[in-house]
Nanobody, 122 residues
Framework: QLQASGGGLVQAGGSLRLSCAAS????????IGWFRQAPGKEREGVSC????????YYTDSVKGRFTITRDSAKNTVYLQMNNLKPEDTGVYYC?????????????????WGQGTLVTVSS
């Protein structure tokens, strides 16, 4: 089970930290991805982190602004989002897959959280 939280309303240039808490997994060998879906648009991959926390990926539009980290002791992955822009608005989902790699596509992920809404006002 995945529980995403931390969304909210923020002005452009502001920051939010999203959390994705995992529970019920018998293994820690899972990668976590963050995806977002803006109104009227398809879901897109934002960032992902490997099971060890050493491998990360960011889509070009968030590089230098977002940072993904994981706290294995808490089974939680964080997405720190700084310098937010109105185009970052959307529902953010975290997803997990048991993998030693770094899957980037949504169809690679087997487990999904419920989503948390991020709204960035201009």
């Amino acid at each position: 089970q995945l529980q995403a939280s931390g969304g909210g309303l923020v002005q452009a240039g502001g920051s939010l930290r999203l959390s994705c808490a995992a529970s019920g997994f018998t293994s820690r060998s899972y990668s976590i991805g963050w995806f977002r879906q803006a109104p009227g648009k398809e879901r897109e991959g934002v960032s992902c982190i490997g099971s060890s926390g050493r491998s990360t990926y960011y889509t070009d539009s968030v590089k230098g602004r977002f940072t993904i980290t994981r706290d294995s002791a808490k089974n939680t992955v964080y997405l720190q989002m700084n310098n937010l822009k109105p185009e970052d608005t959307g529902v953010y989902y975290c997803a997990a897959v048991f993998s030693l790699g770094l899957p980037r596509a949504s169809y690679d992920y087997a487990y999904w959280g419920q989503g948390t809404l991020v709204t960035v006002s201009s």
